[in-house]
């Protein structure tokens, strides 16, 4: 419409004019959305020429960026070395003050040592004067010590001659050790008899005789009267006529003697077993006659009543210190072992073994091999005494044990303490081995008869049969032995089989006969005496060292 203004609404029946004014509107509305279609490519050129640009300046912003980042690490960087170049200065600053002092210092010390060479100057001049003056005496000592090696040579000579001579000498003295104690007899018996104790009978007149020997009462005690009374014999007044039994050994201790007196007799038979002889040495006697006392000593640790062990082994380790000076070494090795109803059984077990028997057994040592032990045995090296007295509180503890469970055992067995000895001369390539048994033989009275065998009755019997049997068999094969038998029993029983080592012809055997002062014990005394009279009839060979 022209003018802009807006036409009257026209009637509604003017349906062409109607339709006149829509086209003008569509027309207008064509040409306004054709504007804004050029408008819009012109906004759109526009916009991609904006994005362009902004493009480009985010290139060319992220490059000024990068580069602003580099400066700014160069100007750190910068910085940091900046930083170091003022503590490096610092420190060279520090440093040359330093240098200064030591410069200052040394110059010091230079003039020093400058003062300080020339008093070694003069020192070097009087320390030459002396040098000439050494030297001088030098030339007179070199001689001397040429005198000395020759005068030194010589008794290193002479030292090595009497080294010679002084081995040879021990071995002439145990060659005469030896032969003496062969003259004595390689099977020995000596008879003890313990004294009276508190509260028993005192023995009546004439018991007991000890007649003095040859030399008079100067002579040690070797012969020894028992009486009797025999109720077949009668006198005028009709008492029983006493009977008298005369015995003879190669000595005798009467009640008064003491330990020292008893081993001073054997300690050299003891020694033998150095010298590579076995040593074999019995305690023969009834229950309550003195075995455990000779071989053990007494209660409480007095030193005068130690026994034969202790003494023995005391003796052993200090005659092998005395040897060693002359290039012998030994090592000891012990063992302690009961025999009860031929039962073995170990002295020295400890913990969960002890008071355990049948678990030991008498075995060869190897194929081939004379040598014999004793299985599951403690076998304990021992060097000093008191080892050897704690093994011997172990054996009486294990002792006690037995006695207390199994009805005094331990006088109803045999203890059998033996001692490995080795010896060795390495310079001379020389060897010599040994055992020592000591043995505290189990009561040898005899079973009463008469006796009711009830049940306590029967085990005393079967002990005191198997004890029978024992001290039978070793009679046996000291007798075997004496008459050269082809065969010799020693496996009729676990003593004499233990002990087969130290039976035979290479052995020395000492059996100590002990008996009791009581005239109740006359018969079991005079059984004893009989018994070690027979042993003391016979004679084994000549005696051979176990040496290498």
């Not at 992220?62 to 900046?82: D, N, S």
């Not at 005690?221 to 006493?242: F, Q």
């Not at 090592?331 to 009961?338: I, K, L, R, T």
Request: aromatic residues 4%; contains cysteine.
């Amino acid at each position: 419409m022209a003018g802009g203004k807006k036409p009257s609404k026209r009637p509604a029946w003017d349906l062409k004019g109607q339709l006149c004014d829509l086209n003008a509107e569509l027309k207008r509305c064509r040409e306004r959305t054709q504007t804004l279609d050029q408008e819009n490519q012109q906004l759109q050129d526009q916009l991609r020429d904006a994005q362009q640009q902004a493009k480009a300046l985010g290139t060319e912003r992220r490059t000024l960026e990068g580069h602003l980042a580099k400066v700014q690490a160069q100007a750190e960087q910068g910085q940091q070395e900046l930083k170091n170049l003022r503590a490096c200065v610092l420190e060279l600053e520090e440093r040359l003050s330093t240098q200064e002092g030591l410069v200052q210092e040394l110059q010091k010390k230079q003039v020093e040592l400058q003062e300080e060479r020339r008093g070694l100057t003069s020192q070097l001049e009087e320390k030459e004067r002396r040098l000439q003056t050494s030297e001088a005496a030098l030339s007179s000592s070199r001689a001397e010590v040429a005198s000395l090696w020759q005068e030194t040579a010589a008794q290193a000579a002479l030292l090595a001659e009497r080294e010679e001579r002084l081995h040879g000498l021990e071995m002439e003295r145990r060659r005469l050790h030896n032969q003496l104690q062969e003259l004595k007899g390689n099977i020995r018996v000596f008879c003890r008899v313990r004294p009276v104790l508190p509260g028993e009978p005192t023995p009546p007149p004439g018991l007991l005789l000890f007649p003095s020997g040859p030399g008079g009462p100067s002579d040690p005690p070797t012969r020894l009267s028992l009486s009797r009374s025999d109720e077949r014999r009668g006198t005028l007044s009709g008492a029983p006529a006493p009977t008298r039994h005369d015995f003879s050994f190669d000595r005798v201790f009467p009640p008064g003697s003491g330990q020292d007196e008893v081993f001073e007799e054997i300690a050299m038979l003891v020694q033998s077993a150095l010298d590579g002889y076995p040593v074999c040495i019995f305690a023969y006697g009834q229950t309550g006659s003195g075995k455990t006392f000779t071989m053990e000593g007494g209660p409480g640790g007095d030193p005068q009543l130690e026994g034969l062990i202790p003494r023995a082994l005391r003796h052993l380790f200090s005659v092998a210190q005395e040897l060693s000076g002359q290039g012998w070494t030994y090592s000891f090795v012990a063992s302690y072992v009961e025999i009860y109803n031929e039962t073995v059984r170990d002295l020295l077990a400890t913990g969960t073994r002890k008071g355990q028997g049948g678990e030991c057994e008498i075995r060869r040592a190897g194929p081939g091999s004379e040598e014999l032990t004793v299985t599951n045995a403690r076998y304990v090296p021992v060097s000093c005494e008191k080892e050897v007295e704690a093994l011997l509180h172990l054996a009486r503890q294990n002792r006690a044990v037995a006695r207390t469970a199994q009805n005094e055992r331990s006088s109803r067995s045999h203890s059998v303490f033996q001692l490995q000895i080795s010896g060795e001369h390495s310079s001379r390539g020389l060897q010599c081995g040994a055992s020592l048994s000591l043995v505290d033989l189990a009561g040898s009275e005899r079973l009463d008869p008469g006796l009711a065998l009830g049940p306590g009755e029967r085990e005393r019997l079967r002990e005191t049969q198997a004890i029978n049997s024992s001290l039978s068999t070793l009679g046996l094969v000291i007798m075997a032995l004496s008459n050269k038998e082809s065969h010799v029993p020693y496996r009729n029983s676990k003593l004499t089989y233990l002990l087969q080592n130290s039976l035979g012809g290479s052995a020395k055997m000492l059996m100590f006969v002990n008996i009791s002062p009581l005239e109740e014990n006359v018969s079991e005394s005079l059984n004893s005496l009989r018994f070690a009279s027979k042993v003391n009839q016979c004679v084994i060979g000549t005696a051979q060292a176990n040496r290498k």
